[in-house]
């Protein structure tokens, strides 16, 4: 059972009619991605701070407690930040780069599914690198991984 957001008007202290991000709450089977993306997208910072909590779980809803709670008038950039930084991924260059230097490409693997593999783990590993080695590398790791004998030939 998920918790979704069902749209009701009421009025705000100054008698006007307002379009609430979240008036009420209701258990359904929906799941909270399911609100509409265009609802989304027009929220303020205030209403994406408010309502991010309910797609959390465990220790990042623990820590977005605490955030809120150190600080009331955090602004959503910021609690997505501390987010990140306790939560985001931390690899080290160098895995990445061993990552990169060992991959192959899988029997069942597409031509396209091993370039995007290629491509996705030199990102990682050459990111302090210049353009050059960027655009050699892949390109190097492609035909010495591939299977393909005419394709990696062709290259």
Request: charged content about 20%; glycine content about 2%; proline content about 3%.
């Amino acid at each position: 059972m998920f918790t979704t957001f069902h749209q009701v008007q009421h009025e705000n202290l100054y008698g006007q009619q307002e379009q609430p991000v979240a008036s009420h709450l209701q258990q359904t089977s929906q799941a909270p991605s399911e609100i509409p993306y265009q609802q989304q997208r027009e929220w303020t910072d205030e209403q994406k701070r408010d309502q991010s909590c309910w797609y959390l779980e465990d220790a990042a809803s623990e820590l977005y407690t605490l955030l809120l709670c150190q600080n009331k008038t955090a602004s959503f950039s910021d609690i997505i930040s501390n987010t990140n930084k306790r939560f985001g991924f931390h690899e080290l260059p160098e895995t990445s780069q061993v990552q990169f230097q060992t991959c192959a490409v899988d029997e069942k693997e597409t031509l396209e599914e091993w370039s995007e593999k290629v491509l996705s783990l030199v990102t990682k590993a050459c990111s302090r690198y210049s353009e050059q080695l960027m655009t050699e590398q892949p390109i190097m790791r492609f035909c010495h991984g591939c299977n393909d004998e005419v394709t990696g030939t062709l290259l």
